[in-house]
């Protein structure tokens, strides 16, 4: 049993998906009678029912947590076959990657095929942050950057809607999604200031 792998588990509700909580129960049941066969032990479960920024800020932390050890996250949508080995997406670290060739996000660049934090752009990052945190507004936030001169991660001006989408990306926190993959980048903005931001 010390060989098993700690997974955790995701399990997606669609909203246009009417299920009673004894359905969801059991299907989870299952799934986890289903992987502890193949050696690996769910340590942590986590319902999607709409709540999505929240409870997947809460699942990054578990991931990250390195006491959990957590080898892979599973992802399921309701009435899915949870015997799909695609379900599975194995934890990676940027260490253990040859080549980085995901989209980068803006306050990163590539260097030698591993994404590392670019100082200059970072700090943006870290302001835009700061600034959401104190309660500034969106276009207040872009007016600001684009006033100085700072060039957003098209090379144009910064929108609103630029400003939103960055503070929703959760790669900031260490966690980068890859293509379904999670990989552990260098950290910006920690967890609490990225939660605090969510609920401004």
């Not at 670019?118 to 950057?145: C, P």
Request: charged share 25%; glycine share 6%.
């Amino acid at each position: 049993m010390s060989n098993q792998k700690n997974v955790v588990i995701y399990y997606r509700v669609p909203p246009d998906k009417r299920i009673s909580d004894a359905q969801i129960f059991n299907e989870i049941y299952s799934i986890k009678q289903h992987f502890r066969q193949a050696n690996m032990s769910p340590v942590h479960t986590f319902i999607d029912r709409g709540n999505t920024s929240t409870m997947f800020s809460t699942m990054i932390d578990r991931i990250k947590d390195p006491e959990n050890n957590i080898s892979a996250f599973i992802c399921f949508t309701a009435g899915d076959n949870f015997t799909d080995i695609q379900s599975i997406f194995p934890l990676s670290d940027t260490t253990e990657q040859k080549k980085f060739n995901g989209g980068v996000p803006y306050g990163y660049k590539v260097i030698n095929g591993t994404l590392t934090i670019d100082t200059d752009k970072a700090n943006i990052v870290t302001e835009i942050f700061k600034r959401k945190s104190d309660g500034g507004g969106l276009q207040a936030i872009a007016d600001t950057l684009n006033q100085r001169g700072v060039k957003s991660a098209r090379d144009g001006d910064w929108t609103k809607q630029s400003i939103s989408y960055l503070l929703r990306n959760h790669a900031y926190t260490g966690a980068y999604d890859n293509n379904g993959i999670i990989i552990k980048i260098p950290e910006i903005i920690n967890q609490r200031l990225f939660k605090k931001c969510q609920r401004a």
